[in-house]
């Protein structure tokens, strides 16, 4: 069974500071995303990261893919109360039977306080 | 917004019902995914049709079905609903690129209450 685990669960933090949430596998991805998801709505696509060691930034959000293309981390600096959510990593795995679907992490649930 | 239209936005039915969840995806995304998302399993993959073909599927329970239709809509029906089937089912449509990089663009789901 391919998972991805997703860490930490749930994040409290003060206006300002600077976060790193986790996500992982055993399983080599072929393509990975993240998305934040706000409460009753649908899940909203950040960034893709394709290439195994990739960094990509969107302001202050920074994403990196692990070299072996197992891992990912999403970094926040300053973080702010806008930036609350839950924030999903999803992974297309290489390989027969991926057929295009993507597996999802349970979420990092991030609240920021003013 | 994502281009990804879901009906109906609520949904409350009794045990033993069955509903049909409608989505009509991206202009041009020829593939459509169902998942279903409740409070203590994450966003669960129930389902993908590409271009009107079951492409591969998830955890999807045998009272679960979907299709989709020449004009690439897609329903997803569940039958002899129980109160664990509540939940907020989305619908997601994408692109797959020559790159595999699949990129999914969510609905804004259906939330389904079974009382």
């Known amino acids: 069974t391919q998972l991805l685990e997703q860490s930490p669960q749930f994040l409290s933090i003060q206006e300002g500071e600077n976060l790193t949430v986790y996500c992982n596998s055993s399983?080599?991805?072929?393509?990975l995303q993240w998305y934040r998801q706000e409460p009753g709505e649908g899940p909203v696509l950040l960034v893709t990261?394709?290439?195994?060691?990739e960094v990509k930034k969107l302001k202050r959000l920074t994403f990196q893919f692990g070299d072996a293309r197992k891992d990912s981390s999403l970094h926040i600096t300053a973080a702010q109360p806008g930036d609350t959510g839950l924030y999903l990593c999803?992974?297309?795995?290489?390989?027969?039977?991926?057929?295009?679907?993507?597996?999802f992490g349970k979420g990092t649930k991030l609240s920021v306080k003013p | 917004d994502s281009g990804v239209t879901q009906t109906p936005k609520h949904l409350i039915t009794a045990t033993g019902q069955r509903v049909t969840l409608r989505c009509s995806p991206r202009?041009?995304?020829?593939?459509v995914y169902w998942y279903q998302q409740s409070l203590d399993q994450g966003l669960q993959f129930l389902i993908q049709?590409?271009?009107?073909?079951?492409?591969a599927k998830g955890n999807i329970l045998e009272r679960f079905s979907a299709q989709q239709f020449p004009d690439l809509h897609s329903e997803l029906n569940l039958s002899s609903l129980e109160l664990g089937d509540s939940a907020l089912y989305f619908c997601?449509?994408?692109?797959?690129?020559?790159?595999?990089?699949?990129?999914?663009?969510f609905g804004q789901g259906t939330r389904l209450t079974v009382v």
């Open positions: 399983s080599v991805f072929s393509s």
């Open positions: 999803a992974g297309a795995f290489v390989g027969l039977g991926s057929q295009g679907n993507l597996i």
């Open positions: 049709y590409y271009n009107g073909e079951e492409r």
């Open positions: 997601a449509s994408s692109v797959i690129s020559p790159t595999l990089s699949h990129e999914a663009f």
């Open positions: 202009s041009g995304d020829l593939s």
């Open positions: 990261v394709v290439t195994g060691g």
